[in-house]
T-cell receptor, first 114, second 117 residues
Framework: DTEVTQTPKHLVMGMTNKKSLKCEQH?????MYWYKQKAKKPPELMFV???????INESVPSRFSPECPNSSLLNLHLHALQPEDSALYLC?????????????FGPGTRLTVT | AQSVAQPEDQVNVAEGNPLTVKCTYS??????LFWYVQYPNRGLQFLLK??????LVKGSYGFEAEFNKSQTSFHLKKPSALVSDSALYFC???????????????FGRGTSLIVHP
């Protein structure tokens, strides 16, 4: 199984809501990533987990809260978002954070904040 | 710090013609280079990578890329374009030695490839 799955595919939420994005992979990868992507722009790294520990936080606002409950699962908890947070949120994984590895991306969650 | 330039926002090519999507990079030491493709409303898909060895790298869907160290380039090519190749293409670089920098890949801004029937 070489697939990264993400749920939900689409999410509309108000600025006072709390919601979560979910990402799952069963490739045995030990590095998992959250990216934010605006239309026709490159993905922007948000967080990296390595062996289930938060390794990189790219100065992301605290209204985004990542969680890695186990080696296959990655969550992104959302609270009090702003309209400018509307974007495609991509999850990715790789065997480790080693620089020779390519990343495997999920299809993304299209988030709209109203 | 590493950087990647994709000088063209958009490349137009007729179906059946060869295509080239350009990428140049800047990195301390030797680079690890990657190409990804993104179809509409989808995540990025890995196409190919250069780590070491042969400068011509072959990847998925008939794509290939040539690593040119003197020109610091890693252009993506395909001998005969298909309409289904129309997508957004990203070049990415990772440093050989992340110390003093970052392990994470740096992506170019993306090039939209449009293949006309």
């Amino acid at each position: 199984d070489t697939e990264v799955t993400q749920t939900p595919k689409h999410l509309v939420m108000g600025m006072t809501n709390k919601k979560s994005l979910k990402c799952e992979q069963h490739m045995g990868h030990r590095a998992m990533y959250w990216y934010k992507q605006k239309a026709k722009k490159p993905p922007e790294l948000m967080f990296v987990y390595s062996y289930e520990k938060l390794s990189i936080n790219e100065s992301v606002p605290s209204r985004f809260s990542p969680e890695c409950p186990n080696s296959s699962l990655l969550n992104l908890h959302l609270h009090a978002l702003q309209p400018e947070d509307s974007a495609l949120y991509l999850c990715a994984s790789s065997p480790s954070m080693g620089v020779t590895y390519e990343q495997y991306f999920g299809p993304g969650t299209r988030l709209t904040v109203t | 710090a590493q950087s990647v330039a994709q000088p063209e926002d958009q490349v137009n090519v007729a179906e059946g013609n060869p295509l080239t999507v350009k990428c140049t990079y800047s990195v301390s030491g030797n680079p690890y280079l990657f190409w990804y493709v993104q179809y509409p409303n989808r995540g990025l898909q890995f196409l190919l990578k250069y780590i070491t060895g042969d400068n011509l790298v072959k990847g998925s869907y008939g794509f290939e890329a040539e690593f040119n160290k003197s020109q610091t380039s890693f252009h993506l090519k395909k001998p005969s374009a298909l309409v289904s190749d129309s997508a957004l293409y990203f070049c990415a670089v990772r440093p050989t030695d992340p110390s003093g920098g970052s392990y994470i890949p740096t992506f170019g801004r993306g090039t939209s490839l449009i293949v006309h029937p």
